[in-house]
Structure formats: C-alpha cells, structure tokens
Nanobody, 125 residues
Framework: QVRLVESGGGLMQAGGSLRVSCVAS????????LGWFRQVPGKDREFVAGISFNGRSTSYADSVKGRFTISRDNAKNTVYLQMNSLKAEDTAVYYCAAAISFREMVETIPTSGYWGQGTKVTVSS
C-alpha cells in the first residue's frame, strides 16, 4: 500500500510560479514511478508529468513542456512539480500518482497504482 498526500496548491496570478509537492509513504516507494495529473470539472483527468523510479527519465504533456519541471527526492519520498509561467488554463485539481511502470504512468491513466486526494491550483488571468 502506498499513501500519497499532496500540498502546495493555491491561487496564483498568470505568469507566476508555484510548486506542488507530494509525500509518499508505504512500501518501497522508491521503486515506483511517480507522476502528476490534473482534472477540471466536466473533463477527463489528464497526464501532466511523470518521472521514473530513479529520476533518470521524465516525460511531460505538450501543454506544459518548457514551463513545468518534475523532480523527486527518494530520501524524502517526495515528488515535486515546479510550475512556471502559469496560465489560466493550468487551473485544475492536481493529483499525484504512483505506478510500478513508468510507461504506464506516462502513456495511460494508471489503473493499478495509487492516487492522492488532490490539491487545487487556481490561476487568475
């Protein structure tokens, strides 16, 4: 069992920066790929960024490439999403996810992994 708890969401003006964090606890978290997804009401959850278990591989949605950076600190069991040059369309609830397969993380909505409760990010234009 892996438990994920997100933090750091809030209200930010367009063009600003925000970092959200996700602390993972449970069995062998360092062996899991971690990722961030986001969802707005009435729309499907979408992939934002993913990072492999050792941090050597990352992947981003085209909509955030060059603006967002995912990183992890396995000593702290934490994954971060640094969001720069925020846009109004980045407004969403951001969810942290853990999956055994990095490929599953970045190519699908993981069905065999774990999810956090989400943290809301609102970007005002």
């Amino acid at each position: 069992q892996v438990r994920l708890v997100e933090s750091g969401g809030g209200l930010m003006q367009a063009g600003g920066s925000l970092r959200v964090s996700c602390v993972a606890s449970g069995r062998t978290v360092s062996s899991y790929a971690l990722g961030w997804f986001r969802q707005v009401p009435g729309k499907d959850r979408e992939f934002v960024a993913g990072i492999s278990f050792n941090g050597r591989s990352t992947s981003y949605a085209d909509s955030v490439k060059g603006r967002f950076t995912i990183s992890r600190d396995n000593a702290k069991n934490t994954v971060y999403l640094q969001m720069n040059s925020l846009k109004a369309e980045d407004t969403a609830v951001y969810y942290c996810a853990a999956a055994i397969s990095f490929r599953e993380m970045v190519e699908t909505i993981p069905t065999s992994g774990y999810w956090g409760q989400g943290t809301k990010v609102t970007v005002s234009s």
